[in-house]
């Protein structure tokens, strides 16, 4: 909300939304009446509409009392059942849980081809070795349900087919992707137009120093982690339902670079599965990495009209350098503690200056959270082996539920982007090209050898890009959702 | 009182999803932007301390039970943006979850608290229906909508929001401008 001193028309509605919610004028009866009578054009999800009325108390007098004797009877009587007939089958089920997320944990993907089997480390396990199956006790189906959804089971995406006719490429998405795109799509747009928090925090206009000469920074929206492998195969695939072949080629994840790091399983699986859905992207060229904010930009917009929220459009595009030095200046992101190159956040290059470090020094101070994981996020990962990656990706696991993987869960991508740490493209604004800026690099020389493999390449595993977005036209940025 | 507003009716949690739970959580997604699951969860709350004290009131009639709920969930959407702000403060990293830490917090508390006093006397000098033509528009009801509860044609309503507007905005401001000399 506006925090300008003077109230003007511009203001006045936000300020009004807040004096309503605080109450302070007497909330008429009329008032309510009035707001409950009418329609809301929202969609309501029946999955989480049923589970809220299932939290809800049942109705009826001395629902209490009752209702609390039969659900212990209940949980009682289906505990002592479940306990001497799955005795055995638990062991079974334990195993086979265990052996999936060994499997995951040790970078091995598991084929499901179908829901009777997969395999682990060259070994077929099928489900019809589970006692489970052949009890019919419908207490006991229940239990294999639940079974099921807590032993994760990750899936490869579909990557679409592409025939060669001789006279063109034909791409083809079947209907589960195209399904499964159009629902991610959907939820990453409505969470960029509830501006949700968990994904994107609006930084103020502010003057910072920038190449020793102080500069006003524009008020802007930062993503809070990069761009990840779910969101950017939603795009691709959206690319080609709405048959942007030529933005496709361009924009497509090149998974051979892992292997001139000899990183060939990663080149396998880091793409293509599930697991690493909410890990960021990489391996995508600069061109891929500005069609992505096209397209948000394209499709946040058009969303916002067909939905009819009011707001102006939304311009998208990779950060600027000067916002990123705002924004650690300001105490809206932070750098990791580490020794090592940090490109842009070191005096000697140019960008800062003795202030902003010791404004950072102050901000550091006062955060409070130390977990384990920092210390293997603000590790680089350039150099090092298959295995040592691998190793600090499955530490982020035991973190967060993994399921279920295609969904836009923002705290779980977070955390798996803080794992991935990867550097990201941006804007240098002296020159108006593209950098690549990141934290913790071994030393300048292996930053700089990063670079020319990127350029060379086109791509590069360490490297990945996160939007921002803008509010044009405004001296400081005014919450459009407010 | 009629059938529908029996006692028997509000303490069914089954109509008072359907009657108002459905209501309101189409009111927060569209009219507060609430995320769905928060959305969701302020209904659910709301619905079940309904539940859990309705035995000790009653009421004249359906308004006057609305009014009453709605009450409740205004309560708890209110606590929901105040935990909402709180959370902001909290720590950040380069890769992680931002959220702000600023030494001009407190000031700007102060002054949105001035900000707000000189609104609300500024509304209090206005009629009853001037009030909620403003609220309900700053909340995006339509003036179709409005037109209705005020009682006023709709096509005279852009007018009369626009120079009611204006109107308060500049009684504000002058309060303001009062306050901050007294303030020196």
């Known amino acids: 909300m506006s925090h300008n001193k003077n109230i003007n028309e511009d203001n006045l509605d936000d300020l009004l939304r807040d004096e309503f919610l605080e109450g302070k004028m007497e909330l008429e009866d009329k008032t309510a009446d009035f707001i409950l009578k009418q329609e809301y054009d929202v969609e309501i999800d029946p999955a989480k509409e049923q589970k809220m009325i299932r939290r809800l108390p049942a109705g009826g007098e001395g629902f209490w009392g009752i209702s609390a004797i039969i659900a212990v009877l209940v949980i009682v009587g289906a505990m002592l059942i479940i306990h001497f007939i799955t005795k055995d089958a638990n062991n079974n089920t334990k195993y086979v849980e265990k052996e999936k997320k060994k499997a995951l944990y040790n970078g091995n993907s598991i084929n499901s081809k179908n829901d009777s089997s997969f395999t682990v480390s060259g070994i077929t396990i099928t489900e019809k070795k589970l006692p489970l199956l052949l009890i019919k006790s419908p207490t006991l189906i229940i239990r294999r349900d639940s079974e099921i959804r807590t032993a994760p089971e990750y899936l490869p995406f579909i990557v679409p087919e592409i025939k060669n006719n001789s006279a063109e490429e034909h791409f083809v998405v079947s209907e589960t992707e195209k399904e499964k795109c159009l629902k991610i799509k959907r939820m990453m747009l409505d969470k960029f137009l509830k501006t949700d928090k968990e994904l994107y925090t609006p930084v103020e206009a502010w003057k910072t120093n920038y190449m020793g000469k102080p500069v006003t920074v524009d008020a802007f929206i930062m993503r809070n982690m990069q761009v990840t492998n779910l969101e950017y195969h939603t795009f691709l695939t959206d690319l080609l339902l709405q048959d942007k072949k030529e933005e496709y080629n361009k924009a497509k994840v090149n998974p051979e670079v892992w292997k001139n790091f000899s990183l060939a399983g990663l080149a396998e699986s880091y793409f293509t599965n599930e697991k690493y859905n909410d890990f960021p992207v990489v391996n995508i060229s600069i061109e891929g990495a500005l069609l992505y904010c096209s397209w948000l930009e394209r499709e946040v917009n058009k969303y916002a009209v067909e939905n009819k929220v009011k707001t102006k459009p939304f311009k998208i595009r990779l950060p600027r350098d000067v916002e990123w030095i705002n924004s650690v200046a300001v105490g809206y992101a932070f750098m990791p503690v580490c020794s090592g190159y940090n490109t842009l956040y070191e005096i000697k290059e140019g960008y800062i200056d003795d202030a902003f470090l010791k404004r950072v020094a102050t901000i550091k101070k006062r955060k409070k959270k130390i977990e384990e994981v920092d210390m293997l996020y603000s590790t680089n990962r350039y150099g090092m082996s298959e295995k040592e990656i691998i190793d600090i990706y499955n530490k982020a696991y035991p973190y967060y539920d993994p399921l279920p993987a295609d969904t836009i869960y923002p705290k779980r991508m977070n955390r798996y982007c803080e794992i991935g740490h990867v550097s990201e493209m941006t804007y240098e604004m002296r020159s108006g090209n593209i950098m690549v800026i990141g934290c913790c690099w071994e030393s300048k020389e292996t930053y700089q050898q990063m670079l020319s493999e990127f350029h060379k390449t086109n791509a590069s595993p360490f490297v990945g890009f996160r939007p921002v977005i803008i509010s044009e036209g405004s001296a400081e940025y005014k919450n459009p959702f407010w | ?184």
């Open chain 2, 1 to 184: 009182m009629p059938e529908l507003f029996s006692k028997k009716n509000i303490g069914d949690i089954k109509y008072l999803y359907t009657k108002f739970g459905r209501k309101l959580y189409g009111y927060g997604v569209s009219k507060w932007n609430l995320a769905e699951d928060d959305s969701w969860e302020i209904v659910y709350k709301t619905l079940y301390k309904v539940k859990k004290v309705i035995d000790k009131y009653t009421f004249e009639s359906e308004e006057k039970f609305s009014g009453f709920i709605f009450k409740i969930f205004i309560n708890y959407l209110r606590n929901h943006y105040r935990d909402k702000k709180g959370k902001q403060v909290d720590t950040i990293e380069l890769n992680d979850m931002h959220g702000k830490i600023t030494e001009e917090n407190e000031e700007k508390s102060v002054t949105q608290s001035k900000r707000m006093s000189c609104l609300q006397k500024a509304l209090q000098q206005l009629l009853d229906w001037q009030r909620i033509l403003l609220l309900m528009r700053a909340q995006d009801f339509s003036y179709e909508q409005i037109a209705a509860y005020v009682e006023k044609p709709s096509d005279q309503l852009k007018v009369y929001h626009m120079r009611l507007k204006k109107q308060v905005t500049e009684n504000s401001n002058e309060c303001l401008g009062t306050a901050k000399n007294v303030a020196q």
